[in-house]
């Protein structure tokens, strides 16, 4: 298992990032998965075992109860608490009032002392906004992670699902006053959705900021188990869930292709889709969730698969973007500078 700094940090994490959105099982999560803490023990010790370092999870999951199997899971592991580099993620409803979302002032600093005791822990490594606020100020928000570092409760900031304007912006608050900056996005990317590279992967590689990749499998699409008529396996997540959108036509064609390299290699489908994330220079760590160890084991292969030039070549034309603006001009207008 490889690891890579987060973004312009020294902080070192595994390629491979465990996601918890499958533990616990309460309300509206239990689309995505209803595991015990049994299971999750099991799934999390084999993960460190295979030298993951990196566990995310957020406090929305299962209503809080992902939080609470994942610090218990930790614990059950044996490992110190120094071997682990925990993530979570605060903004969506966790109370019945106004106030309890939102990436206010007030909503952050009861997040994180709530998200700390249901992990069992006295700090968090990378703390996470889930989305954007569109009514509290930026200023706000930078300021009172800022404050949550000087206070020890987090060591790392970072968000999840913002434009790249919007990251921008936070980072030229942050950088102005001295506080603490974002060391990592999380967002969605696939070989099936690459829409990030249109402009948010030129701003994290010009801000040296890291990227967690969260539903590499696009929601299970892209594990190669389903048809162009649209079946899929029983009980599969997207027969409930159809999260996330995505081009059904492009991606069974970009299918097709992995299909044909992962026949080649005597690898699953799903292997060559995290695999060619993980060929992705942008990319800091590629988020996976498990239902059961055997899936896990499967997805962590992913790290052993090499994709050759012409493999890659393949799959970057099946999967290109089209020509949008003002990309298409920008590139016309840039070859005279390239130094390739």
Known sequence: MRTKTLGGTGLLVSEICLGTMTFGGRGFWTAIGQLDQSVADNIVARALDAGVNFI?????????????????????????????????KALGQTG?????????????????????KRLGTDYIDLYQIHGFDPLTPVEETVRALDDLVRQGHV?????????????????????????????????????????????????????????????????????????RDGKGPDGARRA??????????????????????????????????????????????VIVGAKSVEQL??????????????????LDEVSALPAEYPGWMIERQSTYRRQD
């Open 56 to 88: 995310d999870t957020a406090d929305v999951y299962s209503e809080g109860v992902s939080e609470e199997v994942t610090g218990r899971a930790m614990v059950n592991s044996g490992r110190k608490r120094t071997d682990i580099v925990l993530a979570t």
């Open 96 to 116: 019945p009032g106004p106030n309890d979302r939102g990436a206010s002032r007030g909503h952050i600093m009861d997040a994180v002392k709530a998200s700390l």
């Open 155 to 227: 060591r790392y900031v970072g968000v999840s699902n913002w434009a790249s304007w919007q990251i921008m912006k936070a980072l030229g608050i942050a950088d102005s006053k001295d506080w603490a900056r974002f060391a990592s996005l999380q967002a969605y990317y696939t070989i099936a959705g690459r829409d990030l590279e249109r402009d948010i992967v030129p701003m994290l590689r010009d801000q040296k900021v890291g990227l967690m990749v969260w539903s590499p499998l696009a929601g299970g699409f892209l594990s190669g188990k389903y048809d």
């Open 240 to 285: 409930s869930f159809d999260f996330p959108p995505i081009n059904k036509d492009r991606a069974f064609d970009v299918i097709d292709v992995m299909r044909e390299i992962g026949d080649a290699k005597g690898v699953s489908v799903a292997r060559i889709a995290l695999a060619w994330l993980l060929h992705q220079p942008v990319v800091t760590s």
């Open 297 to 314: 084991d499967d997805n962590l292969a992913a790290t052993t698969v090499q994709l050759s030039a012409e493999e890659l070549k393949r």
